[in-house]
């Protein structure tokens, strides 16, 4: 079946606070705060601190033009691929999905949104640091842009679509009762991440728990390869975290005992030994793990 793009066009263009591509925004060439013109053509994209914004458009669909207006809004509409989804129980490091999501809102230009100035002249990003300023305060940035200007405005509106597509739906239906019907895509993303700080702050405990609970001798004949297939995994993800047991080495090294064969006793205790060398949790760990290699 063919697609009807002027159709797609004309629906992207009248979607609320879409007035990005506009053709009274094409006709005017009004140029962004955030952003430029290039080629008669005004794009949006980059950060807002004045020493670090871009030249040019990072790509085409940066370009606020009738012509590729239906192009960035179904692009927005799908988010990222179903592997990159942000989920409430991610089983993959968070930071990798944030990357995507991060490369494709820069790519489509509503990243500038983001930038919010604290302090005079010092600008940060409220996608790598949504926690850097309480959600009221993102609320009221979100506001000031709107009413400054029409391609943020439009952009805030972009953004929290491609967001909305880009994780998936347990964590839409955790947040959707903290969510106004006017937040843009900046307080979205910072209720997503609060609400992932709550359930990963959840689960690292429970990690913690567990690691600090289950010995050795809890599997039958001993079985060191089963104990380890528990705890390992755990061990890694605290450590990603930044989020170590306290005296993790030498906890774990002491839920090791169980057989009482003279090398095995030999070996728990040279272990042992090299970790009371080590006085903090990390260096404890890096130690730990060719240990029970």
Same mark, same amino acid.
């Given at each position: 079946?063919?697609?009807?793009?002027? &159709?797609?066009?004309?629906?992207?263009?009248? =979607?609320?606070?879409? %007035?990005?591509? @506009?053709?009274?925004?094409?006709?005017?060439?009004?140029?962004?705060?955030? @952003?430029?013109?290039?080629?008669?053509?005004? $794009?949006?994209?980059? +950060?807002?601190? !004045?020493?670090?914004?871009?030249?040019?458009?990072?790509? !085409?669909? #940066?370009? *606020?033009?009738?012509?590729? %207006?239906?192009?960035? $809004?179904?692009? *927005?509409?799908?988010?990222?691929?179903?592997?990159?989804?942000?989920?409430?129980?991610?089983?993959? !490091?968070?930071?990798? *999905?944030?990357?995507?999501?991060?490369? %494709?809102?820069?790519?489509? %230009?509503?990243?500038?949104?983001?930038?919010?100035?604290?302090?005079?002249?010092?600008?940060?990003?409220?996608?790598? =640091?949504?926690?850097?300023?309480?959600?009221?305060?993102?609320?009221?940035?979100?506001?000031?842009?709107?009413?400054? #200007?029409?391609?943020?405005?439009?952009?805030?509106?972009?953004?929290?679509?491609?967001?909305?597509?880009?994780?998936?739906?347990?964590?839409?239906?955790?947040?959707? /009762?903290?969510?106004?019907?006017?937040?843009?895509? /900046?307080?979205?993303?910072?209720?997503?991440?609060?609400?992932? =700080?709550?359930?990963?702050?959840?689960?690292?405990?429970?990690?913690?728990?567990?690691?600090?609970?289950?010995?050795?001798?809890?599997?039958?004949?001993?079985?060191? +390869?089963?104990?380890?297939?528990?705890?390992?995994?755990?061990?890694?993800? *605290?450590?990603?975290?930044?989020?170590?047991?306290?005296?993790? @080495? /030498?906890?774990?090294?002491?839920?090791?005992? &169980?057989?009482?064969?003279?090398?095995?006793?030999?070996?728990?205790?040279?272990?042992? &030994?090299? =970790?009371?060398?080590?006085?903090?949790?990390?260096?404890?760990?890096?130690?730990?793990? !060719?240990?029970?290699?």
């Amino acid at each position: 079946m063919d697609t009807d793009f002027e &159709g797609l066009e004309t629906f992207a263009a009248n =979607q609320p606070n879409a %007035g990005r591509f @506009g053709p009274n925004v094409a006709a005017a060439v009004v140029k962004p705060l955030n @952003g430029g013109i290039q080629n008669g053509t005004p $794009w949006t994209g980059g +950060s807002r601190d !004045p020493d670090r914004r871009r030249d040019m458009s990072l790509t !085409p669909l #940066c370009s *606020c033009s009738e012509q590729i %207006g239906y192009r960035v $809004w179904t692009r *927005c509409e799908r988010g990222v691929e179903e592997e990159w989804k942000i989920k409430l129980t991610n089983t993959i !490091p968070l930071l990798t *999905c944030e990357r995507i999501i991060q490369a %494709g809102l820069e790519n489509v %230009g509503v990243d500038s949104v983001f930038w919010i100035e604290i302090g005079a002249g010092h600008f940060v990003n409220l996608f790598t =640091q949504p926690d850097v300023v309480p959600l009221n305060m993102i609320r009221d940035h979100e506001e000031e842009l709107r009413d400054t #200007c029409l391609y943020d405005s439009a952009n805030m509106h972009y953004l929290r679509i491609f967001l909305e597509n880009s994780v998936d739906m347990a964590l839409h239906r955790k947040i959707s /009762p903290l969510l106004r019907i006017g937040d843009g895509g /900046p307080a979205f993303w910072s209720l997503v991440k609060m609400t992932l =700080q709550g359930a990963e702050t959840s689960k690292l405990i429970r990690h913690k728990a567990i690691i600090k609970e289950t010995k050795l001798v809890d599997f039958p004949g001993y079985d060191v +390869s089963k104990y380890h297939e528990v705890v390992l995994p755990l061990l890694n993800a *605290c450590n990603e975290a930044n989020h170590l047991l306290l005296n993790v @080495g /030498p906890k774990v090294n002491e839920n090791h005992m &169980g057989p009482r064969s003279i090398g095995y006793m030999a070996i728990l205790s040279n272990y042992a &030994g090299e =970790q009371a060398n080590l006085h903090d949790s990390q260096r404890q760990f890096d130690r730990l793990i !060719p240990q029970m290699d």
